[in-house]
T-cell receptor
Framework: SAVISQKPSRDICQRGTSLTIQCQVD?????MFWYRQQPGQSLTLIAT?????????ESGFVIDKFPISRPNLTFSTLTVSNMSPEDSSIYLC???????????FGQGTRLTVV | ELKVEQNPLFLSMQEGKNYTIYCNYS?????LYWYRQDPGKSLESLFV?????AVKQEGRLMASLDTKARLSTLHITAAVHDLSATYFC?????????FGTGTRLQVTL
C-alpha cells in the first residue's frame, strides 16, 4: 500500500485568505487527485494533479480558486484561494498506482472558514 | 458523464441480520471500489472489483460485480455494531474515480 501524509489535518481560516494543503506519498505514484467532501456529502473530484504540467480540473472548479502543483511523482499541493465559508469542507488527496489498481486516500484536511 | 447511485442512503440494521447495499453506475467501467468512512476519518479501502462476476469477501462483508447490469452489491452478513459507518462505492472511468452518494449504516441492538 501507499502511505500518504497530508498536512495540515485541520485549520480554521479567515475569509479572504488562502490555505495550501500538502500531500506527500512514500513511493512514486502515477496519478494524484484532489477531492472535496462537504459536510454530510459524498466526495467530489476537484482535479487531477499532473506531474510537471497544469492540473486537469473538473467542471465547476477553476485554477484561480484551486491552484494545484505537482513538481514530482510523490508530492502535490492544493491551494484554496480567497476562502469563503462555503469552502468549509474536508479536502482529500488520493493516489493511484496503475500497476496494482488500488486507490489510496490521505487522512484529509478539515477546513473551517470563518 | 459517469453517474454512480447508491441505495439505500441510510440503513438502520439490527444486529445479527443480513443486509445489502446496491451501487448502480451509468457507463461501462472496468473497476469498482468500495470504501468505508468512519465519522471524522478518511476513507478505508475495502474491495476493488476488476471483472464481471468478481466476488470478494472480508469478514462479514462480501462485494460482487455484474458489469453487464452495471451493478455492484455489498452484502452484510449478521451485522454487528462495529460495522456502523458510511460506505461508498466508486467507479473508475476516464482515468478517475466517481463516487456514489454513500450509504450510512447504523447497527442497533
Amino acid at each position: 500500500s501507499a502511505v500518504i501524509s497530508q498536512k495540515p489535518s485541520r485549520d480554521i481560516c479567515q475569509r479572504g485568505t488562502s490555505l495550501t494543503i500538502q500531500c506527500q506519498v512514500d513511493s512514486q505514484v502515477t496519478m494524484m487527485f484532489w477531492y472535496r467532501q462537504q459536510p454530510g456529502q459524498s466526495l467530489t473530484l476537484i482535479a487531477t494533479a499532473n506531474q510537471g504540467s497544469e492540473a486537469t480540473y473538473e467542471s465547476g472548479f477553476v485554477i484561480d480558486k484551486f491552484p494545484i502543483s505537482r513538481p514530482n511523482l510523490t508530492f502535490s499541493t492544493l491551494t484554496v484561494s480567497n476562502m469563503s465559508p462555503e469552502d468549509s469542507s474536508i479536502y482529500l488527496c488520493s493516489v493511484c498506482r496503475v500497476a496494482d489498481t488500488e486507490a489510496f486516500f490521505g487522512q484529509g484536511t478539515r477546513l473551517t472558514v470563518v | 458523464e459517469l453517474k454512480v447511485e447508491q441505495n439505500p442512503l441510510f440503513l438502520s440494521m439490527q444486529e445479527g441480520k443480513n443486509y445489502t447495499i446496491y451501487c448502480n453506475y451509468s457507463t461501462t467501467s472496468d473497476r469498482l471500489y468500495w470504501y468505508r468512512q468512519d465519522p471524522g476519518k478518511s476513507l478505508e479501502s475495502l474491495f476493488v472489483l476488476l471483472s464481471n462476476g468478481a466476488v470478494k469477501q472480508e469478514g462479514r462483508l462480501m462485494a460482487s460485480l455484474d458489469t453487464k447490469a452495471r451493478l455492484s452489491t455489498l452484502h452484510i452478513t449478521a451485522a454487528v455494531h462495529d460495522l456502523s459507518a458510511t460506505y461508498f462505492c466508486a467507479a473508475w472511468f476516464a482515468s478517475k474515480l466517481t463516487f456514489g452518494t454513500g450509504t450510512r449504516l447504523q447497527v442497533t441492538l
